[in-house]
């Protein structure tokens, strides 16, 4: 195996670009969460706006 020098190496060309699965599913999660977040929200308000609120 040949060993490269630094010029070499930094002209070295690879890899993923920055479109990854990592970054898709990490997308994905932030929008889910958004998505739980916006959806316990809402269910509260509407909760809480028609009195049917369970007393604890």
């Known amino acids: 195996m040949k060993e490269l020098d630094s010029k070499e190496l930094l002209?070295?060309?690879g890899g993923a670009?920055?479109?990854t699965a990592?970054?898709?599913n990490a997308a994905s999660r932030i929008l889910s969460t958004i998505m739980?977040?916006?959806r316990s929200l809402g269910t509260?308000?509407?909760r809480t706006i028609h009195g049917s609120i369970c007393p604890v």
């Open 11 to 13: 002209n070295i060309d």
């Open 17 to 19: 670009s920055w479109l």
């Open 22 to 24: 990592s970054w898709l």
């Open 36 to 38: 739980d977040l916006g």
């Open 44 to 46: 509260a308000v509407r």
